[in-house]
C-alpha cells in the first residue's frame, strides 16, 4: 500500500489535494458548457446560463471563468439576451484566439490545418506526395515544414497554437507516438518524433490512427448529427473503419476495432497488404477500383478525377468497378451490423467521390446478405470529404484541451 506523497516526498496532504481537484473539476464543467452551448451561435451563454447548467453559483462561476478568460480559452461575445426577463447579459464562448493543428499523413499526401477553439477551421494546406516505402524521418521533415506555414498563418492571425494531433492510416499507440503498423505506408514499429512539430505548443502533439479520426469528425460534424449508431467506411488507399455506437468511437481495448477494410469478403480473393487474403480493401480500396475501371497509371487525385469522369458519362468498365466496389463493401457492411447491432452506414473518403454511383451498390449488398437491417434511407455518403481524417485529428487535440484546462498557464 502506497500512501499519497507530495512530489518532494514530503507527507500526505489529502484535503488540499481534493479542493484541487474539485477546482479543476469545476473548471473543465465551465468549460463544457461553454462548449455545448457553442451549437447556437445566435445566443451564447451569460454566466447566469452557466451557472443554472452547472449548478454552480454564480460566484463560482464568474470566478472559474476568469481563470479561463485569463488562460486564454474563454473570450466575451459581446451582450446577448439574458433568457426570458430580455435582461442583456454577456455571452461567453470558447476563444478564437487559440486553436490547434489537425494533420494527416496519407499514402498520396500530407495535410495540416488549423482549427480554432470556436470550431471553425481556419487554414488548411495539403501537400501531394508519394509516401509509400518513403522513410518517416523524411515524411515528418516534409510535415514540419506543412506545419510551420500554418503555425506561420495562425502567429498571423493573432491565434496561439495550444497543441496538435496526427492521423495515420495504420494501428498506432497513442501514448508512445509510435505506429505499430501502417501496411500502405510500409511503415513497422516507428516511433514518430511528434515533439518536432509543434515545439511551441504546451499540450504538444499526439498521434491517432486516421479512419478512427474520420469516424469521429463525422460523428462532431457530419451524420453523428442523424445517426447514434453507424459504421464509418473511409475509401483511401486502403479502406478503414470506425465504429460509432452510442454515439461514441468503439476502439476496442487496442484501438482496432472496426478495421472493417480487412474483413473477409471473399475467401478464395486475392493477397491483401495486411497478409491475408480476399479482404474488401483488395476490392474497395483505391487501386482495386482504378485497376477494375482501367484508369491508367497517374497520381491518386488524377486518377480520381479521371473516374469521376468516366462515372459522369455513363462509362461502363468505370460504372461497373465502382458497383463491384459497393457491392463487397455491403457484403462487409451486412456482416458488421449484424454483429455490432448496428443500423446505418456512412461512406468517407474516396466513396464520397463515387457517391451516386456506390452508395445504391451498398444498399443492395446490405439487402441482399442482411434484409431488413439497414434501411435504403440510412446508407450515407459523408460531407466533409478529403479532410475529414485532419478534422477528426484537429477536434480529438480541442477536446483534450477541454479536458484538462487547468494544464495551460495563465497568458501573458
Ligand atoms: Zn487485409
Not at 170 to 176: C, F, H, K, Q, R
Request: a negative charge; proline letters at 5%.
Amino acid at each position: 500500500m502506497s500512501l499519497e506523497k507530495n512530489a518532494d516526498g514530503g507527507a500526505a496532504r489529502p484535503v488540499p489535494a481534493r479542493v484541487e481537484d474539485v477546482r479543476r473539476g469545476n473548471l473543465v464543467r465551465v468549460l463544457a458548457a461553454i462548449a455545448q452551448a457553442r451549437t447556437d451561435p445566435q445566443r451564447h451563454p451569460t454566466r447566469a446560463d452557466v451557472a443554472s447548467l452547472t449548478g454552480l453559483t454564480k460566484a463560482s462561476v464568474s470566478s472559474l471563468v476568469a481563470e479561463l478568460a485569463d488562460s486564454g480559452l474563454v473570450m466575451e461575445s459581446g451582450a446577448t439576451r439574458d433568457g426570458e426577463r430580455g435582461r442583456p447579459g454577456v455571452g461567453l464562448k470558447l476563444s478564437t484566439n487559440r486553436g490547434v493543428v489537425g494533420m494527416e499523413i496519407n499514402v498520396d499526401y500530407i495535410s495540416a490545418g488549423l482549427l480554432d477553439l470556436g470550431g471553425t477551421l481556419r487554414a488548411d494546406k495539403t501537400l501531394e506526395c508519394g509516401n509509400r516505402g518513403r522513410s518517416p524521418e523524411s515524411v515528418m521533415a516534409l510535415l514540419a515544414g506543412l506545419v510551420s506555414e500554418v503555425a506561420s498563418d495562425a502567429a498571423a492571425a493573432g491565434i496561439e497554437i495550444l497543441g496538435g494531433g496526427l492521423a495515420v492510416p495504420g494501428l498506432v499507440e497513442t501514448a508512445s507516438g509510435t505506429v505499430s503498423s501502417a501496411p500502405n505506408l510500409q511503415w513497422h514499429n516507428v516511433a514518430l518524433g511528434l515533439g518536432g512539430l509543434l515545439p511551441d505548443a504546451p499540450l504538444g502533439t499526439a498521434l491517432y490512427n486516421e479512419a478512427n479520426c474520420a469516424a469521429l469528425a463525422e460523428l462532431w460534424y457530419g451524420h453523428g448529427l442523424d445517426f447514434r449508431d453507424y459504421l464509418f467506411v473511409s475509401g483511401e488507399v486502403g479502406v478503414g473503419g470506425g465504429l460509432v455506437i452510442g454515439s461514441r468511437l468503439f476502439a476496442g481495448p487496442h484501438g482496432q476495432a472496426g478495421e472493417v477494410g480487412h474483413v473477409v469478403v471473399d475467401p478464395s480473393g486475392p493477397d491483401c497488404s495486411c497478409g491475408g487474403r480476399g479482404c474488401l480493401e483488395t476490392f474497395a480500396g483505391q487501386e482495386a477500383i482504378f485497376a477494375e475501371a482501367g484508369i491508367p497509371a497517374g497520381t491518386a487525385s488524377a486518377r480520381l478525377e479521371q473516374l469521376e469522369e468516366r462515372l459522369g458519362a455513363g462509362n461502363t468498365a468505370a460504372t461497373s468497378a465502382v458497383a463491384r466496389a459497393g457491392r463487397y463493401l455491403g457484403i462487409a457492411a451486412a456482416s458488421t451490423a449484424r454483429l455490432m447491432d448496428l443500423s446505418a452506414v456512412v461512406l468517407g473518403g474516396h466513396f464520397t467521390r463515387m457517391g451516386p454511383w456506390i452508395a445504391p451498390a451498398v444498399v443492395r449488398g446490405l439487402a441482399e446478405y442482411a434484409p431488413g437491417l439497414v434501411s435504403p434511407g440510412r446508407v450515407a455518403v459523408s460531407e466533409l470529404g478529403q479532410s475529414a481524417a485532419l478534422l477528426g485529428a484537429a477536434g480529438s487535440a480541442l477536446r483534450s484541451v477541454l479536458a484538462a484546462p487547468y494544464s495551460l498557464a495563465p497568458a501573458g
